[in-house]
């Protein structure tokens, strides 16, 4: 696993956010932190595939909402990427 100096660098250059600026975004939650957070792991997945997927999730879970609430497809938010 890569650490999160690594996904920060990463970001950076992809969209221009570290991992601080983006934190603020998740925690609001909605669909705009489900998409922040999307695009994120799938620009993270396209540079080097699960090891720095791992690292941004494991930099970010405690940041996102602790309410669940139901997308528009009546899954579970998360429910694709984490098997819920």
Known sequence: MLGKNVVDEELKRGFGLSIKEIEPILSAGGDAAEMKFMECCHFLWKVD???????FILAVFNKLPEKRSLGPHGLARGATLFGN
């Open 49 to 55: 595939g699960v090891e720095l997927i791992e690292s």
